[in-house]
Each structure stands twice: as structure tokens, then as C-alpha cells.
């Protein structure tokens, strides 16, 4: 086995957007990303282009996207809406072959916007985004040597804290995933 | 006392008419006899791109005394001849090789008409994406830099200033979204704020002059530094006219078609048609009417883009044949579809012969599926390699390449 260049790190956002996008568990996500009133739940489903229209790559107008791989949002926000931050956010080298990787998930959302209609219920629309993701990745495949996870026994990073946010107008939830990547394509002793 | 009173009433001047009227007259009389009279352009009206030449009376406005900040070449007091004209905050005009703007009027206040003008020193540039142009304002950039401490943070620093952005108030300028980025002589700014509340009167609810705060930015790989036009890299548009005659007769009666591509992938966009030594209409029918040895040149134009093709007017023809490929796809992402359409054209007219696709690379990426010179692919999985479609009908034969790109 040759040691690990992390080869499949570029590619873990992207795999967990695309699973997303084309997980059918996953359309409640892109209907609370996109939809920022109470009764988001109850619109229609987007379609794929509609969710992929949703992801911000270097567009300049980044105030039309809800979705983007970094932590940064330059622009300055003109509205209260929802946004999810998705992005590498930690490698831990186990050892010369292996390394953890964090994926961390920032789920922002405004402070008039918090409350979404749940199943009837009134509940915080990060924690529904934030049971959504953990529902729709956890111990799934995305690339990696193992399976993305919400376990701490994988990393100590693995959490969701509440607290993120601009403390005027924008709140928010940060949860880890974690995945192993190795470089398996060696087949060298 | 009728007669007085009705004379009084319908027929004599008040006295603030007959002081106008007097006034009026003077200037009139004297108006040409003064070394201050110029010729200007006067936009016709706010958003206009008619001007009309006025003579009016030109004084300076700032004392260079007052502050030495101020150049008093870029402050114009303007006086009109005719005391009834009017013109609004905002208002361009155009003297001694600038555009001038309006930042005061008298309308209400001064038996003479005037207004203060101040000298654009600058273009507010953008592309506009739903047309394809470049939209240019003069625009003045006060004195004042201000904030010029960087944007500290322990990683990176990022320098820093604010400038205000003086432009009329207009159809474009209004509807300009905050963050838009402008470059002002190579250096980027983007704007925060504007004061388009400021109406003109609770009827004429336009702000037809705006202040915009602009902060300085940081300069991105899709800049036009050149040009000063930011953000304009980001849309890569192209105009493609799908068949290439090369020869025809005067007289020849076709049609040509396009496509416009934003960023590789087609989309629905108006074309304007024009040509030389040939009539076009809105739909690419188009008529030969040049001499022999003239070549006609059809061009099809969406906003800055255009694309054109040229004819050689012979006296006679040699059979010239290709396979005309549309839309001219060159890339597709990951579960999309496009239906590619190819025909035979002969000498600029399509053929009913049958063509046949044969793709190679990108092997297990892609589904097609021949619907008899209708060709649908699907991008089922992205792909370094590209994928390359040979098209063939008798000895014709033309290729493509698609690049499969990831889903998003």
C-alpha cells in the first residue's frame, strides 16, 4: 500500500452535494434552503436543476445562492434567508496510510426565519437541516476508504454546537462529519 | 371701475410678471454680448441618449480660495437663456470634451433659470447579462478617499477605502443589485449603498441623481482590468452561425441560424440579423443583391457579441456541401441532455440525406439515442476523456467534442 496523498479530499463536497441533490430522504434540505417562510416544507419539490442552481462556485452575485464549499461568504448579506456552508474543515493523520477527515457543515439561517412548520410542529429550521444531513449521510459512502459518520469514536471533531452567526441578524448550527480516506489503488505489499 | 377691474384682472401683468418679462427681455437683448456664453449638449431627458445643443451662460461656482481641494474647473454654474427652461437633478450634459451632471437646480427659487453642473470624471462600467452589453455612466468620484486603514485579520491582510459615487439616477442605474463591482482605472470597488429614496417631488417619485458608497475589492481573475469592467469573465457568451456558405449568386434567396452560448451551453437569447451586399430579416432569410466579385457578409449580434459569415458573389456555382451541426454543444453536465440536430446542406440549403453519429471516448459516460439525424446525449456520468462524435452522410463527414462535466 503506498502512503496517503489524499487523493479523494478535492472531491468530498462535491460527493456529499451531488449524494444530496439526487437523494430523494434529502428534498426537505433544499426545500428549507430555498425557501425561507414557515410553511417552507410545503412547497414543491425542486428539481435537480433547481437544486444545483442553489450552489455558489466563484459567482460574483453571491447573494442568489444558498449553497456554498467555503467558509466565506464575501458579499454582504441583503436579506435573511438560509445558507449551508459545506467544507473541509480538519485532516488527521492516523498514520502514513490513513487520515480522518472533517466535514464540517455550516447551517446559517436569519433571525426571523428560524421557525419552520415541522411535521405541524413549530421547530428551529437548524435543527431540522441538521437531523436531515445526519439522516441522509451518516454511514454513507461518498469517496472515502469508509463511510461518512457522526461518530465521535472516528474524531473527537465530530459535534454540533449551536452558537455561529453575526449576533444582529444571522444564527446558526456547525455540525462534523468525519470520513477515513486511504489510497487503496496500490496493490503493492 | 368694471372696465378697470376687469382689465386689471384679465389683461395687466402683476408686478413679479412684469419685473420676469423685463428681466427676460434684458437678457435677451444682451445674452450673445458676454464672454461667458458657450454652446453645450442638454441630454433631452434623464436616460436619454439624444443631445441637443443650448447656448447657455457658464460661471464658476467654487472659490478656489474656499478650499484647495476643489478643482474649480469641475464646477460649472449654468445659466439659460430662457427663463421658463427647466432641467432636473441628474441631467447630463456634454461640453468641452466631458459629460457634466447636475447637482443643484433653482427651479423654484431664481427668476432665472440655472443649475450647477459638475464634470463626470469617470465611467461607471458594467456588463449587463440578460442583453449582453456594456453599459457605461458618467459618473463623478468625489475627492474624499476615505477608510484607507487595511482589513486586518491575523491570516491575510486585505487593503481598504471607500469612495462615493455620484450618477444619475436612471432605468439602469436604479436597478443596479448592491455588491455589484465596478473598476475605476484598474482599481476594483463595490457598492454597498445608494440613496435612491431621494424622489423628486411625491408625483415624479424617481431619485434621478444617486450617491453610491462604494468599498474598495479586492481584483478577481474574472476582471476586465483592461476595459475596467468587472465580473465580466464570469459570462462567456458566443454567437455561432451554424452554416457556412462560402459562394452564391446574386439573387440567391436562404436562411441562415444561430445559436448563443453562455459558458458553453445554449440559451434562448434575441438575435439581431444584419448584412452587406445582402437583406436579412429578423428570421436569417436573407437575399443576395451584390455584384459579382463582392462579397456579402451576414452578422448575427447579441449585444457585444457577434458572430459573421462571409459569401463570395460568383457568376456561377461549384457544389459545395457540408454537415451542419446545431446547437454547437461543448459541454454538458452530469444528467443533462441535449438534442443535437444534423443536417446536409448544398451550397447553404438543408438536404433531407440521412446522417449517422459515431461516438468514441467517455466510454460508459454517456447514453444516445438516434432518432434519425436527431441525436439525443445524455451526460450520465462526467469524464476526463472528452466525448467525440463523427458525423458522416456519403463523403461528408464533421466531428465535435463534449466535455462531461461533474453535476454541478
Known sequence: MSYNTLKQLPYLPYNILSYLAQDPKADDLWKLLKYNTEDALSQPNLTLSEKLDLICKNNADQNKYSIFLTRLIENDQLSERSVLKVYKVNTDPIDLYKSIVAIEFDILTGAKTVVVDYDGVPCSRLDVIESIIVNCLNNVAIGGVGYLQFNDDLTNLCRSSYGIGNNTSYIGTSLILAVMISNLDDTKC | ?408
Open chain 2, 1 to 408: 371701475m368694471r372696465f378697470y377691474d376687469t382689465y386689471h384682472k384679465n389683461l395687466a401683468e402683476s408686478s413679479g410678471d412684469y419685473y420676469k418679462n423685463n428681466k427676460q427681455a434684458q437678457v435677451d437683448y444682451s445674452w450673445d454680448d458676454t464672454t461667458q456664453l458657450r454652446i453645450v449638449e442638454e441630454q433631452s431627458a434623464i436616460g436619454s441618449t439624444i443631445y441637443n445643443k443650448i447656448s447657455v451662460h457658464a460661471d464658476y461656482y467654487v472659490d478656489y480660495s474656499s478650499t484647495s481641494m476643489k478643482n474649480k474647473d469641475d464646477f460649472i454654474r449654468m445659466s439659460f437663456r430662457d427663463f421658463e427652461h427647466e432641467t432636473d437633478l441628474g441631467r447630463y450634459y456634454k461640453y468641452d470634451d466631458s459629460y457634466w451632471i447636475v447637482t443643484n437646480t433653482s427651479n423654484h427659487t431664481s427668476v432665472i433659470s440655472d443649475c450647477i453642473v459638475r464634470r463626470c470624471n469617470n465611467f461607471l462600467k458594467w456588463f449587463d447579462k440578460d442583453t449582453g452589453k456594456i453599459i457605461s455612466m458618467p459618473c463623478v468620484l468625489d475627492y474624499n478617499i476615505s477608510a484607507t486603514n487595511p482589513k486586518v485579520d491575523k491570516d491575510i491582510n486585505v487593503l481598504n477605502s471607500s469612495l462615493t459615487v455620484i450618477v444619475q439616477g436612471n432605468e439602469h442605474t436604479r436597478s443596479l443589485p448592491y455588491n455589484k463591482r465596478f473598476i475605476f482605472n484598474g482599481v476594483p470597488y463595490r457598492f454597498v449603498a445608494y440613496n435612491n429614496y431621494m424622489q423628486n417631488s411625491y408625483i415624479d417619485d424617481r431619485a434621478t441623481i444617486l450617491y453610491m458608497d462604494v468599498d474598495f475589492d479586492a481584483l478577481k481573475p474574472v476582471d476586465d482590468r483592461d476595459n475596467n469592467i468587472a465580473d465580466i469573465k464570469e459570462f462567456v457568451y458566443n454567437v455561432n452561425i451554424h452554416e457556412n456558405p462560402i459562394e452564391q449568386i446574386n439573387g440567391f434567396k436562404g436562411k441562415v441560424t444561430a445559436t448563443v452560448t453562455l459558458n458553453g451551453e445554449a440559451v434562448a437569447k434575441d438575435i439581431q440579423w444584419s448584412a452587406i451586399n445582402a437583406t436579412i430579416n429578423d428570421k436569417g432569410e436573407y437575399t443576395i443583391d451584390g455584384e459579382i466579385g463582392d462579397t456579402a457578409i451576414l452578422t448575427a449580434t447579441f449585444g457585444e457579441f457577434s458572430q459573421s459569415v462571409a459569401i463570395l458573389i460568383v457568376e456561377s456555382l461549384s457544389v459545395k456541401s457540408e454537415i451542419v451541426i446545431s446547437p454547437l454543444t461543448k459541454e454538458l453536465n452530469q444528467s443533462e441532455s441535449v438534442t443535437l440536430t444534423a443536417k446536409v446542406y448544398r451550397n447553404g440549403i438543408a438536404q433531407a440525406d440521412i446522417v449517422r453519429c459515431t461516438p468514441s471516448g467517455a466510454q460508459g459516460c454517456y447514453t444516445l439515442v438516434d432518432n434519425g439525424n436527431e441525436f439525443i446525449i445524455t451526460n450520465i456520468r462526467m469524464s476526463k476523456e472528452p466525448l467525440l462524435l463523427t458525423f458522416n452522410s456519403g463523403d461528408l463527414t464533421t466531428s465535435i467534442n463534449i466535455k462531461l462535466k461533474a453535476l454541478f
